[in-house]
């Protein structure tokens, strides 16, 4: 029996060779090799970039497909265009964004225009960080934090 093929199996599938990426713009489904994640890889369906070191805006219709089929934590702030602090905290979750993709997807969901997603999540107060592991909910954190506040927090709850 060879020992050396089994354990070099069992290692190679406790990290993925290749990765589901849900495209910003078109919402393909996209399997990217875990290596090249850091080359700007491009959505085999519209041929942009999947990640654009920009929050993405999702609605009540994409924010599903986003969580459950992406592989790589989605960090979700639920803000709305009225909350004094959800718009001071918006340049610094930009600034996240650029700093954390592609490790992490961050989105923006309006919780005026998707009130269905806020009553769902039950989200009380805004702006409110959620994370996301493959459709599930791991953390959530309410209240406006700075670039390196979010980045801190996100690193920190998706070891869990």
Known sequence: MNTTSTSAASSA???PAALHIVCPHCDAVNRVPAA??????VCGKCRKALFAG???DLNAARFQ?????????????????WCGPC????????QAAQRLEPEFRLVKVDTEQA????????IRSIP???LFRHGREVARQPGAMDAAGIMAWAREK???
């Open 13 to 15: 599938s406790s990290q």
């Open 128 to 130: 409110t960080l959620a």
């Open 158 to 160: 998706s070891r869990l």
């Open 87 to 94: 718009r001071s905290m918006a340049p610094f979750y930009a």
């Open 54 to 56: 920009l929050p993405v």
């Open 36 to 41: 090249k994640l850091k080359q700007e890889p």
């Open 115 to 122: 009130q269905e997603l806020a009553a769902r999540y039950a």
């Open 65 to 81: 497909k986003h969580i459950e089929r992406s592989d790589i934590p989605v960090l979700v702030d639920f803000w709305a265009p």
